[in-house]
T-cell receptor, first 114, second 114 residues
Framework: AQSVTQPDIHITVSEGASLELRCNYSYGATPYLFWYVQSPGQGLQLLLKYFSGDTLVQGIKGFEAEFKRSQSSFNLRKPSVHWSDAAEYFCAVALSYNTDKLIFGTGTRLQVFP | SQTIHQWPATLVQPVGSPLSLECTVEGTSNPNLYWYRQAAGRGLQLLFYSVGIGQISSEVPQNLSASRPQDRQFILSSKKLLLSDSGFYLC?????????????FGDGTRLSIL
């Protein structure tokens, strides 16, 4: 069955430090991949998406993610974290035969210390 | 531009009472619409999705139902709430006229069952 794994439940970084949030998927064909961010008590905001082409995708708020087929990964990165980046981050995959259905990971909560 | 509205933002209901959560989308026509539930500390679970008026697909058996009485209106209902219905409910939309469109989320409704 298709699945998304975010192995880190909680990550703490200092402001200005670099960040990498891990995401692994299980799916036989080429997936469509997304990263969303959720601030406390709010809905989800799309950070970036990958459908095809260049495996390094740029998103909003200075985030980027790299699709690595050999590792079944789509890790999210940011070179320098700001305190306002503290939130929960969700990786999601849409299946190529039905892009209407998203499968979400369980999320990674990011805490940023000044 | 497109916007999505959910209400109420917060709701406290007794066990056994009925439920009606509403979601509307503006600035687009014939969107795909989705209802998700997010339980505390967990990812998002797709409950229902709709590709058109009166067309509802249910993803998981449960105590809830969904209806789409108008093109851009999606309602989540229950006749009798259970304690296990507590959670954060999110509505989302995506464009229906092109492939590989990301989903865009509302701000959610926090439902507490007493």
């Amino acid at each position: 069955a298709q699945s998304v794994t975010q192995p880190d439940i909680h990550i703490t970084v200092s402001e200005g430090a670099s960040l990498e949030l891990r995401c692994n998927y299980s799916y036989g064909a080429t997936p469509y991949l997304f990263w969303y961010v959720q601030s406390p008590g709010q809905g989800l905001q799309l950070l970036l998406k990958y459908f095809s082409g260049d495996t390094l995708v740029q998103g909003i708020k200075g985030f980027e993610a790299e699709f690595k087929r050999s590792q079944s990964s789509f890790n999210l990165r940011k070179p320098s974290v700001h305190w306002s980046d503290a939130a929960e981050y969700f990786c999601a995959v849409a299946l190529s035969y039905n892009t209407d259905k998203l499968i979400f990971g369980t999320g990674t909560r990011l805490q940023v210390f000044p | 531009s497109q916007t999505i509205h959910q209400w109420p933002a917060t709701l406290v209901q007794p066990v056994g009472s009925p439920l009606s959560l509403e979601c509307t989308v503006e600035g687009t026509s014939n969107p795909n619409l989705y209802w998700y539930r997010q339980a505390a500390g967990r990812g998002l679970q797709l409950l229902f999705y709709s590709v058109g008026i009166g067309q509802i697909s249910s993803e998981v058996p449960q105590n809830l139902s969904a209806s789409r009485p108008q093109d851009r209106q999606f309602i989540l209902s229950s006749k009798k709430l259970l304690l296990s219905d507590s959670g954060f409910y999110l509505c989302a939309w995506s464009q229906n006229d092109r492939d590989n469109q990301p989903q865009h989320f509302g701000d959610g409704t926090r439902l507490s069952i007493l």
